[in-house]
């Protein structure tokens, strides 16, 4: 008797660790069945019977971005006059222990309603290090050099070949000076979305008086997408 | 960190608070798109002469905004010249010019160009592409306006100075011009150029119904129709009773405004009467619709 009341419990308690949810809500009758069964074995038996609980999800552990690389992929719009689009790369070195100083590179190309712009750009980037949340802030500053070539719609170019009137220079390469700043969003520990705006201003190779007047102002929005190596 | 961020800040104030976009053509501005020159040429535009005014060339923008682009003047070769008589070849904008709508040519009366269009618009054409080719904003149908003038001086009494007038009233009391319905810019005038002398005979705007005025005619009725007889009140160089054999009629647009006293170079219909001339003569008109100025201008 007492063996068949051993093998009906471990009969239950196999089905219990099966499936412990439906046979504690469907079929009372493994309890029936144990009816007879000693406190302490109960006890254990409705303790097995309990779902196990689960820890509750806690965010990911922020982390300081390291020093070391890292690679964005860029697009973007420039700003000035009307909206051109601009699509590149960047690649920047981070130092110390908090990554809170760098220098990043970047090249990119926009295409403009009235030609292209090829554009090479330096900036040391300082930034938040002691992350306490995902977002890191940043700013920017640095410098670089454009070349820019004009290329006329066909109906404006024709018209003016009847006037005779040829637009001159139709490219030029010129320094420039930029500011900006922005933030990067960590959806991984070394991964990143990234928002950045520059405000530039091309020096121009012109005969002008004073040095404003030879300054382009240019403005960039881009989106860009980090790898921490 | 702070001291980075406050060299940046100042360094960001300095970069925004200068630069322009320049007024000679770059490649740069150009590429993306900040455009601000416009080049214009003209057929068959005709010099303002001294008291005519002066051509002024407008751009409208997609805003609504109106930019203007300065006065000038044409030259022999229909191209834009200024005040020296130096070829306009790039007119220059304060003003981002990509998102033009359309171009407005208009003759300041005056010599004065203010901060808007006057209302003597000579020519005008949306911007298609960075192009706009400008024509006359004339009356719908006004290609196919025809008719004639008959020859004859009702407002001395019958059978005197007969060929010293012309009405465009038909024997029978009705119309000989077949004119298009004018629009909000143009009134119709017209005049008899006697010996190099330009006189009007007033403004009209129906070839149903008088003009305006009777500078010259007499004291009995006139018909109602456009009309003149040259009888009293005759200019310097001129002699009434006129006679008209080989004088030049026209029938032109005229500004509704900011007009000037000379015809306008919108000359529709045109005839030049023959060398004798004694009454009684119908006088055809030719249309000159097709000799209307245009021109063509783009932005780059």
Same mark, same amino acid.
């Given at each position: =008797?007492?063996?068949?009341?051993?093998? =009906?419990?471990?009969?239950?308690?196999?089905?219990?660790?099966?499936?412990?949810?439906?046979?504690?809500?469907?079929?009372?009758?493994?309890?029936g069945m144990?009816?007879?069964?000693?406190?302490?074995? /109960?006890?254990q038996?409705q303790?097995?019977?309990? &779902?196990?609980?689960?820890?509750?999800?806690?965010?990911?552990?922020?982390v300081?971005?390291?020093?070391? &690389?890292?690679?964005? /992929?860029?697009?973007?719009?420039?700003?000035?006059?009307s909206?051109?689009?601009?699509?590149?790369?960047?690649?920047?070195?981070?130092?110390?222990?908090?990554?809170?100083?760098?220098?990043?590179?970047?090249?990119?190309?926009?295409?403009?309603?009235?030609?292209?712009?090829?554009?090479?750009m330096?900036?040391?980037?300082?930034?938040?290090?002691?992350?306490?949340?995902?977002?890191?802030?940043?700013?920017?500053?640095g410098?670089?050099?454009?070349?820019?070539?004009?290329?006329?719609?066909?109906?404006?170019?024709?018209?003016l070949?009847?006037?005779?009137i040829?637009?001159?220079?139709?490219?030029?390469t010129?320094?420039?000076?930029?500011?900006?700043?922005?933030?990067?969003?960590?959806?991984?520990?070394?991964?990143?979305?990234?928002?950045?705006?520059?405000?530039a201003?091309?020096?121009?190779?012109?005969?002008?008086?004073g040095f404003?007047?030879?300054?382009?102002? =240019?403005?960039?929005?881009a989106? =860009?997408?980090?790898?921490?190596f | 960190m702070?001291?980075?961020?406050?060299?940046?800040?100042?360094?960001?104030?300095?970069?925004?608070?200068?630069g322009q @976009? *320049?007024t000679?053509?770059? +490649?740069? +501005?150009?590429?993306?798109?900040?455009?601000?020159?416009?080049?214009? %040429?003209f057929?068959g535009?005709? *010099?303002?002469?001294?008291?005519?005014?002066? #051509?002024?060339?407008?751009?409208?923008?997609?805003?609504?905004?109106? $930019?203007?682009?300065?006065?000038f003047?044409?030259?022999?070769?229909?191209? +834009?010249?200024?005040?020296?008589?130096?070829?306009?070849?790039?007119?220059v904008?304060?003003q981002?010019?990509f998102?033009?709508?359309?171009?407005?040519? @208009?003759?300041e009366?005056f010599?004065?160009?203010?901060?808007?269009?006057?209302?003597?618009?000579?020519?005008q054409?949306? $911007?298609?592409?960075?192009?706009?080719?400008?024509?006359?904003?004339?009356?719908?149908?006004?290609?196919?306006?025809?008719?004639? #003038?008959r020859?004859?001086?009702?407002t001395?009494?019958?059978? @005197?100075?007969?060929?010293?007038?012309v009405?465009?009233?038909? $024997?029978?009391?009705? *119309?000989?011009?077949?004119?298009?319905?004018?629009?909000?810019? #143009?009134?119709?005038?017209?005049?008899?150029?006697?010996? %190099?002398?330009?006189?009007?005979?007033?403004?009209?705007?129906?070839?149903?119904?008088a003009?305006f005025i009777?500078?010259?005619?007499?004291?009995?009725?006139?018909?109602?129709?456009?009309?003149?007889?040259?009888?009293?009140?005759?200019?310097a160089?001129?002699?009434?009773?006129?006679?008209?054999?080989?004088?030049?009629?026209?029938?032109?647009l005229? *500004?509704?405004?900011?007009?000037?006293?000379?015809?306008?170079?919108?000359?529709?219909?045109?005839? @030049?009467?023959?060398?004798?001339?004694?009454?009684?003569?119908?006088?055809?008109?030719?249309?000159? $619709?097709?000799?209307?100025?245009?021109?063509?201008?783009?932005?780059?």
């Amino acid at each position: =008797m007492v063996n068949g009341r051993g093998a =009906m419990t471990a009969a239950a308690l196999a089905a219990l660790l099966l499936a412990p949810g439906a046979a504690a809500e469907a079929s009372p009758v493994p309890y029936g069945m144990i009816a007879g069964a000693t406190a302490p074995l /109960i006890a254990q038996l409705q303790a097995s019977a309990q &779902p196990q609980q689960q820890e509750p999800e806690r965010p990911p552990p922020v982390v300081d971005p390291a020093d070391g &690389p890292v690679f964005s /992929i860029m697009g973007g719009s420039v700003f000035s006059g009307s909206s051109s689009f601009q699509a590149g790369a960047a690649f920047a070195y981070f130092f110390g222990a908090k990554a809170n100083f760098g220098f990043e590179v970047e090249g990119t190309a926009t295409l403009g309603p009235g030609g292209r712009v090829a554009q090479g750009m330096g900036s040391f980037v300082l930034q938040a290090g002691a992350r306490t949340s995902k977002f890191v802030p940043y700013v920017a500053f640095g410098g670089g050099y454009l070349q820019a070539k004009t290329n006329l719609p066909k109906a404006t170019q024709e018209v003016l070949d009847s006037l005779g009137i040829q637009p001159e220079p139709i490219s030029e390469t010129a320094p420039l000076i930029q500011f900006g700043g922005g933030v990067r969003f960590y959806v991984r520990p070394k991964l990143a979305f990234r928002a950045d705006v520059r405000f530039a201003q091309v020096i121009l190779d012109l005969d002008a008086e004073g040095f404003s007047d030879r300054l382009f102002p =240019m403005r960039r929005l881009a989106g =860009m997408i980090s790898w921490d190596f | 960190m702070k001291r980075g961020v406050l060299f940046a800040l100042g360094l960001a104030v300095l970069l925004q608070a200068c630069g322009q @976009t *320049p007024t000679a053509f770059r +490649p740069l +501005p150009s590429a993306l798109g900040d455009i601000r020159g416009v080049a214009m %040429g003209f057929e068959g535009l005709l *010099p303002l002469q001294e008291g005519e005014g002066i #051509y002024a060339a407008w751009i409208n923008l997609e805003r609504g905004e109106i $930019v203007g682009l300065g006065r000038f003047r044409v030259n022999e070769n229909g191209r +834009p010249i200024d005040e020296n008589g130096d070829l306009i070849e790039r007119f220059v904008a304060d003003q981002n010019l990509f998102k033009s709508v359309s171009v407005l040519i @208009t003759i300041e009366p005056f010599g004065a160009v203010g901060g808007s269009p006057g209302s003597a618009v000579i020519l005008q054409g949306p $911007v298609i592409e960075g192009v706009a080719q400008l024509t006359v904003p004339s009356p719908q149908g006004v290609q196919g306006a025809q008719g004639s #003038y008959r020859v004859f001086t009702p407002t001395d009494g019958p059978g @005197t100075n007969e060929g010293s007038g012309v009405w465009a009233a038909s $024997v029978a009391g009705g *119309p000989l011009l077949q004119l298009p319905a004018l629009n909000n810019l #143009y009134a119709y005038e017209h005049y008899m150029v006697i010996d %190099g002398v330009t006189l009007t005979m007033g403004r009209f705007l129906s070839p149903n119904a008088a003009d305006f005025i009777n500078l010259y005619s007499g004291s009995e009725p006139a018909p109602a129709f456009p009309g003149e007889d040259f009888l009293v009140n005759a200019p310097a160089g001129v002699t009434f009773p006129a006679n008209l054999a080989g004088a030049r009629l026209i029938v032109t647009l005229e *500004p509704i405004l900011d007009d000037t006293s000379d015809p306008s170079q919108l000359v529709i219909l045109e005839a @030049t009467l023959p060398g004798s001339v004694v009454g009684g003569e119908t006088i055809a008109l030719t249309n000159r $619709v097709a000799d209307f100025p245009s021109g063509t201008a783009v932005i780059f």
